[in-house]
Nanobody, 118 residues
Framework: VQLQASGGGLVQAGGSLRLSCAASGSISEFNVMGWYRQAPGKQRDLVATITSGGRTNYVDSVKGRFSISRDTAMNTVDLQMDSLNPEDTAVYYC?????????????WGQGTQVTVSS
């Protein structure tokens, strides 16, 4: 499967962006889909995930500001980001995880840059 992330850009602090991840195949096949981010000089960290059952999980720093959702008809996973601050500046990556025979397989999109100015 291929994942295509889009929606990044430059926004002022307090603003909003909506990221979208389009999959080349059915997202219903994946156990978990999510968004990660990587700031310059830092490791790639989890932002939010959504399971095939619709359960969501967020890193504490984005709770109440970000919302992850999925559309199985369109095969997309979106990340609505509100009340952005400069600490949210990073490259955001879409991820899909598949559990097969007790082993996790990860698929990654190409990343989209989010820059929040103060």
């Amino acid at each position: 499967v291929q994942l295509q992330a889009s929606g990044g850009g430059l926004v002022q602090a307090g603003g909003s962006l909506r990221l979208s991840c389009a999959a080349s195949g059915s997202i219903s096949e994946f156990n978990v889909m999510g968004w990660y981010r990587q700031a310059p000089g830092k490791q790639r960290d989890l932002v939010a995930t959504i399971t095939s059952g619709g359960r969501t999980n967020y890193v504490d720093s984005v709770k109440g500001r970000f919302s992850i959702s999925r559309d199985t008809a369109m095969n997309t996973v979106d990340l609505q980001m509100d009340s952005l601050n400069p600490e949210d500046t990073a490259v955001y990556y879409c991820n899909a995880r598949l559990l097969v025979s007790y082993r996790w397989y990860d698929y990654w999109g190409q990343g989209t840059q989010v820059t929040v100015s103060s």
